[in-house]
């Protein structure tokens, strides 16, 4: 038995022995090291500055005018990916030490896929590039969620953001300060009109808020200050702000770079509402176009990609438009479940007479592209005539279709907003 465990013990020194050198010399391949992977699946290469997209590898493949979805890599691309990286390392180790201390930095550029997870790396901070998820004012954010604090926004404007910290006793001296804005008759009460035309006057401001935020990054990513922005200049600051370093940036101009799959897909989104915003068609942008890329949902023209937006995140089946089962995102197939699903779920419920009372207006099942459209516009007085609905209808107690000071004050959650009151409604989008 002793015989044969030493035998075993000196085939595999033996094979050790050699199989190294092999590897060295390139006869036998090294095992590849995987491919970064993002959120969702393998991450891949994407439009870099310049507009054209990469081949997947060297050998081949993929034409400058391919673009793979992530998770479409072939286990032959991910091998020699595997096998060029571990080249790639080695030959930066013997440079660097070839070369002495010279060359300090050299190892951190050897590899074409390095992960993002990378502690060592130090991300570049910048403030503003990315287009914002939220919209203010807006019922439905870009990621096709209810925008919880919309009630507050359109009836507060760009103000709505200093009544959560404050105790609720300033609070209701602030609140009685807009009701006398409100009360332009002076008759120490809000009528439907009244309320109508405040949301409008604050859903205006909050146009001019984003035109005016818009207008500040223009001068950060117009890195060149001519008064024009290039795909390239911002696709650089907007790589920067997602945390890719200098190193990763310079790989990904040349080709040699992937972003993480959440990257990769705001990156194509981006392009196609760069393309939208770019009105001559010359691929740049100046500033108000900017403006437009920045805050579609302020842009008559450029609300249609607002709609393509949400669609991309709810439409299962890719008709152009949402069933209820769709804007509640339950599986096609479990539709029937509905009713079953909703007695049990308020936020289902929810979202079931936001889409039969203030989308699906023609009631046939069917939120068609053209009421989307209608939904999402800021400047469709539906809106404000169905938030100054709401909020006459939970705070008018004696039912005269007039709100007084009082009945303001004692409803002061419903029209500053409650953080207690939303936060199931948060949790439940959160999971």
């Not at 437009?292 to 023209?301: C, D, I, L, N």
Request: aromatic share 8%; with cysteine; net charge negative.
């Amino acid at each position: 038995m002793a015989n044969s465990l030493l035998y075993v013990t000196l085939l595999v020194l033996c094979f050790l022995w050699t199989y190294a050198p092999l590897v060295d010399s390139g006869i036998i391949p090294p095992k590849p090291r995987k491919i970064d992977e993002g959120l969702g699946g393998i991450a891949v290469r994407v439009i870099p500055p310049g507009g054209d997209a990469v081949q997947m590898n060297e050998g081949g493949g993929e034409g400058p005018d391919t673009i793979r979805k992530a998770g479409q890599l072939s286990d032959d691309d991910k091998n020699k990916a595997g096998e060029k990286d571990t080249k790639e390392k080695n030959e930066g180790k013997e440079k660097e030490g070839g070369e002495g201390g010279d060359n300090e930095g050299e190892s951190e550029q050897s590899s074409e896929y390095e992960s993002f997870d990378d502690k060592a790396d130090k991300k570049l901070k910048f403030e503003g590039a990315d287009p914002p998820e939220h919209w203010d004012g807006i019922r439905l954010e870009r990621n096709g969620k209810i925008n919880t604090d919309v009630e507050q926004e359109l009836f507060l404007g760009p103000d709505h953001e200093d009544f959560e910290s404050v105790p609720e006793e300033v609070g209701k001296k602030k609140l009685m300060e807009i009701f006398k804005q409100i009360d332009t008759s002076g008759d120490a009460q809000l009528s439907m009109e009244e309320l109508i035309q405040w949301i409008t006057l604050k859903t205006e401001e909050h146009f001019r808020e984003a035109m005016e935020a818009s207008k500040a990054v223009f001068p950060k990513v117009d890195t060149d200050s001519d008064g024009k922005l290039t795909w390239d200049e911002y696709t650089l600051q907007f790589l920067k702000q997602r945390g890719y370093n200098k190193n990763k940036i310079d790989k990904f101009v040349q080709g040699k770079q992937v972003l993480q799959e959440h990257d990769e897909e705001d990156n194509a989104i981006y392009r196609d509402r760069w393309m939208t915003a770019d009105e001559n068609d010359d691929d740049i942008l100046v500033q108000d176009e900017f403006i437009s890329f920045m805050h579609p949902e302020h842009s008559q023209r450029m609300l249609s990609i607002v709609v393509e937006e949400i669609l991309h995140e709810l439409d299962q089946n890719g008709d152009k438009q949402l069933t209820l089962a769709e804007f509640v995102s339950v599986p096609m197939d479990r539709e029937e479940d509905l009713a079953k699903m909703e007695k049990e779920d308020d936020w289902i419920r929810g979202r079931r007479e936001e889409f039969e009372t203030r989308i699906d207006l023609d009631k046939d099942g069917v939120a068609t592209f053209i009421e989307l459209k209608a939904y999402m516009d800021p400047k469709n007085k539906q809106h404000a005539e169905g938030e100054a609905r709401h909020l006459m209808g939970v705070a008018d107690d004696n039912a005269d279709h007039l709100l007084s000071a009082k009945e303001v004050l004692n409803n002061y959650y419903v029209f500053i907003g409650s953080k207690i009151y939303d936060f199931a409604r948060n949790l439940h989008d959160e999971f």
